[in-house]
C-alpha cells in the first residue's frame, strides 16, 4: 500500500522559508503527476504546484516567484521551498500524485482535484508569524 508522507512544516516569521518533503516509503516517486495542494481554515483547498514526470512544472498564481516544486535525483523526495512566505501561505500542505498526465498537462491544479488524486498525504501544517 503506497503512503504519502509529508515533513518539514512549522512556524516561521513572515518572510521567512521552509522546505516541505514528501516521502512514498518503499517507494520511487515516479508517477506521472505529482504536487502539492493547501488549505487553510475555513478555505477552500487549492492547488499550489505540480511536477509532470518530464520536470515541467507548474504553480498557482499565489506563489508563483516564490516556491518551487522539485524532485530529487534519485526520485524519491518531492519537494516544496517555500520563501518569502507571507501570512496568506498560513495552511495544511498535502502531497498528491496521480498516474494520470492530464492533470499536469492542463496547467495548475484545481482544490478539486485533490479528490482525483491515487494517493494523498495527511498533511504538513505551515504556521506564519507576523
Known amino acids: 500500500q503506497v503512503r504519502l508522507v509529508e515533513s518539514g512544516g512549522g512556524t516561521v516569521q513572515a518572510g521567512g522559508s521552509l522546505r516541505l518533503s514528501c516521502v512514498a516509503p518503499?517507494?520511487?516517486?515516479?508517477?506521472?503527476?505529482m504536487g502539492w495542494f493547501r488549505q487553510a481554515p475555513g478555505k477552500e483547498r487549492e492547488g499550489v504546484a505540480s511536477?509532470?514526470?518530464?520536470?515541467?512544472?507548474n504553480y498557482a498564481d499565489s506563489v508563483k516567484g516564490r516556491f518551487t516544486i522539485s524532485k530529487n535525483d534519485a526520485e524519491t523526495t518531492l519537494h516544496l521551498q517555500m520563501n518569502n512566505l507571507k501570512p496568506e501561505d498560513a495552511a495544511m500542505y498535502y502531497c498528491?500524485?496521480?498516474?494520470?498526465?492530464?492533470?499536469?498537462?492542463?496547467?495548475?491544479?484545481?482544490?478539486?482535484?485533490?479528490?482525483?488524486?491515487?494517493?494523498r498525504g495527511k498533511g504538513t501544517l505551515v504556521t506564519i508569524s507576523s
Open positions: 498528491a500524485s496521480t498516474p494520470q498526465p492530464s492533470y499536469c498537462m492542463r496547467g495548475g491544479w484545481r482544490g478539486t482535484d485533490f479528490d482525483d488524486m491515487s494517493y
Open positions: 511536477i509532470d514526470s518530464y520536470g515541467n512544472k
Open positions: 518503499g517507494f520511487t516517486l515516479t508517477w506521472v503527476c
